[in-house]
């Protein structure tokens, strides 16, 4: 700012001595001498107190920024305490994910435990063929009665769409814990006054999780209904069995 001052000043002289060039060839050499003393003294006085005032101001706004906006101090602290939570908590995580946590130990069991752990969505075609495997597909039509084929056929329909659901969850996780990480590290490096898009980046993510949380449990809600009204089926049935048993019952009293 003061470099900057000074060559305006030194400029200004110099225009003002090309513009008096032509009265001060009629005047003498201490006329000249008091006329440039003048202007310098006019410009250190007048316009180079309004130039000291700018900087003055330009230093206090440097100053609310740094020490009540955006304090320096606080923000260096807040990185440092980023960093160290993500330095105590990531080797514990990483553990944590690292924990083999498959259980079946036969061929069968294990290829759809596999499928549904590996949190691939691009292996959802390959589940229904494996619960039919492990869990049998349905009776041919002469082994089992239509309504018991029908609650097998949905029952098993509600079972392979919520264990596809939960494998798209598992994605879905993984991917926000990503998002959640690179956020943490812009934290940890951000510039002041970038916190605004930080925030911003954390809410999409917090909405997609949400949207994820509430899709989970209307598959949980879904595989509820279907087991209540599984469980009325099997009470329509009893009731029907015992109109039946009645009605046999009456037409025994009946008879001659």
Known sequence: MKSLSGKRI??????????????????????????????????????????????????????????????????????????????????????????????????????LESLLRHGQSGGLAQIKPAFDKLYTPLPLPSDAPPGDRNLMDADDAM????????????????????????????VATAAPGSAPMLTAQAQVANLQNQAMLQRMLAAE????????????TLRKRSAEATRQLRDHMQQILTRP
């Not at 955006?70 to 960093?83: D, E, R, S, Y």
């Not at 879904?222 to 087991?227: L, M, N, S, V």
């Open 221 to 232: 809600l879904r595989q509820e209904a279907t087991r209540l009204a599984h469980s009325n």
């Open 10 to 111: 030194v400029a200004i002289v110099v225009v003002c001595s090309m513009l008096l060039i032509p009265a001060a060839a009629n005047a003498g050499l201490a006329d000249i001498i008091t006329l440039i003393t003048t202007i310098t003294s006019t410009l250190e006085n007048s316009i180079g107190t309004v130039l000291g005032g700018i900087q003055m101001l330009n230093t206090t706004v440097h100053n609310f920024r740094q020490q009540v906006l955006f304090p320096v101090t606080l923000i260096n602290q807040a990185k440092a305490f980023v960093g160290q939570v993500r330095a105590q908590f990531s080797t514990l995580a990483g553990q944590i994910h690292a924990i083999e946590i498959s259980s079946a130990t036969l061929v069968t069991p294990q290829q």
């Open 159 to 186: 079972a392979v769409g919520s264990l596809k659901t939960a494998v798209i969850s598992d994605q879905a996780t993984a991917q926000m814990l990503g998002v959640a990480d690179g956020i943490e590290q812009q």
